[in-house]
């Protein structure tokens, strides 16, 4: 049986790519829809899927983030609404991408070639090079980088530089921020955050948490294997989840 995970944060383009699969390729099982990044990147390593679906542009974590992050275990169609992104930088073939809203032929297509190379057996192939292009087009688009972060406490509104930001986690509705002499609450959630954040200064080494790459003093494994990252400046340790080990690999 061949698998796939689809990762779209919008519900309907999300909804209507299932539906056109769902006629187009009906033995294909989707073994996870997922809204962001990260939760993609956790379901390919919980399902290892055959194909992935991953939209380019994504909240905190983006389509390429998961690609670069699995390494190759599966198969990659990227989706984007934005075809100045992809037309050149797709041109060689290496792997496929769908502009959005979707259209069936070309998803038929798609599938075809993705047929073509899972009956061959064909490893998904190093797209290292591809993904650093579209990342640098990308980014070169992207939203201003927050600079400060404000918080309301009581009667105070405390200001963090983001240069001086450890790292942010998720509480509930807010978002903890904490740096080596403070932290507060602000009512941003997290994902919206790292919208504004530098994607290489700023780490997402878990679901509800973001670090501060260069305030990592070492990750560590735990008793039970897991690894636990100890920061400059502050006592506190921080868990990693499984889907982003990738990151404290050796060089």
């Known amino acids: 049986m061949i698998t796939a ?7 309907l383009p999300r909804k209507e790519l299932c539906r056109m699969l769902d006629a187009l390729w009906p033995e294909l ?9 990260a939760d993609a990147l956790e379901a390919i390593h919980r399902h290892q899927p055959d194909v992935a679906f991953l939209d380019i542009r994504m909240p905190g974590m983006s389509g390429l983030d998961v690609a670069h992050a699995v390494k190759g275990r599966c198969h ?6 934005y075809d100045s992104y992809a037309m050149d930088a797709f041109a ?5 991408y769908l502009l959005k809203p979707v259209a069936q032929p070309r998803l038929a297509e798609a599938i075809e070639r993705l047929k073509a190379r899972l009956a061959s057996k064909q490893a998904a192939p190093d797209i290292s090079q591809l993904m650093a292009e579209l990342d640098k087009r990308i980014r070169g688009q992207a939203a201003e980088r927050i600079r ?3 918080a309301s406490v009581g009667d105070t509104i405390k200001m963090f530089p983001v240069e001086k930001i450890l790292f942010f986690s998720s509480d509930e509705k807010y978002t903890r921020v904490v740096s080596a002499q403070d932290e507060a609450h602000v009512r941003k959630p997290l994902k919206e955050l790292l919208d504004g954040l530098d994607h290489d200064q700023f780490w997402q080494i878990h679901r509800g948490t973001v670090v501060r790459a260069d305030a990592i003093a ?10 636990i990252v100890e920061l400059h400046g502050s006592p506190e340790k921080l868990r990693v989840s499984q ?3 990738w990151r404290f690999k050796p060089m």
């Not at 989707?30 to 809204?35: G, P, R, S, W």
């Not at 990659?76 to 609404?81: D, E």
């Not at 060689?92 to 496929?96: E, K, P, T, V």
């Open 92 to 96: 060689a073939g290496a792997i496929d």
């Open 218 to 227: 070492r990750a560590q494994r735990d008793d039970m294997g897991r690894y």
């Open 148 to 150: 400060w972060i404000s």
């Open 76 to 81: 990659a169609v990227f989706t984007t609404a």
């Open 5 to 11: 995970v689809i990762a779209e944060d919008e519900d």
């Open 29 to 37: 099982q989707i073994v996870a829809e997922c809204e962001h990044g």
């Open 243 to 245: 889907a982003y080990v």
